[in-house]
Nanobody, 119 residues
Framework: QVQLVESGGGLVQTGASLRLSCAASTRAFSAVAMAWFRQAPGKEREYVAS????????YYADSVKGRFTISRDLRKNTVYLQMNSVQSVDTAVYYC????????????WGQGTQVTVSS
């Protein structure tokens, strides 16, 4: 069973940048899409960004468009989330997720990494 391992979270100040990483535990892993979600305290988990694995096409939530960038390193089987100009509303636990080939939803999730933005 493939595992997704996130890293890169931490405490940053408003306006700073941060890069999250999500590594798949096996190179044999094949995904239809990879995505980042987040969950702030007391709120439901929300979609942040995604990438279609075959084409590299990217998609973003309106709240992060122009500030966050999802990218990948195929050699490392890793997806990244570059977060620029972070704001206090970006404080959340960030989760990496994968939609496997043949699947219809994101069914593999990482353990999450905490991002806290201080003003």
């Amino acid at each position: 069973q493939v595992q997704l391992v996130e890293s890169g979270g931490g405490l940053v100040q408003t306006g700073a940048s941060l890069r999250l990483s999500c590594a798949a535990s096996t190179r044999a892993f094949s995904a239809v899409a990879m995505a980042w979600f987040r969950q702030a305290p007391g709120k439901e988990r929300e979609y942040v960004a995604s990438m279609r694995w075959s084409t590299g096409d990217t998609y973003y939530a309106d709240s992060v468009k122009g500030r966050f960038t999802i990218s990948r390193d195929l050699r490392k089987n890793t997806v990244y989330l570059q977060m620029n100009s972070v704001q206090s509303v970006d404080t959340a636990v960030y989760y990496c997720a994968a939609q496997r080939v043949g699947g219809t939803t994101y069914d593999i999730w990482g353990q999450g990494t905490q991002v806290t933005v201080s003003s």
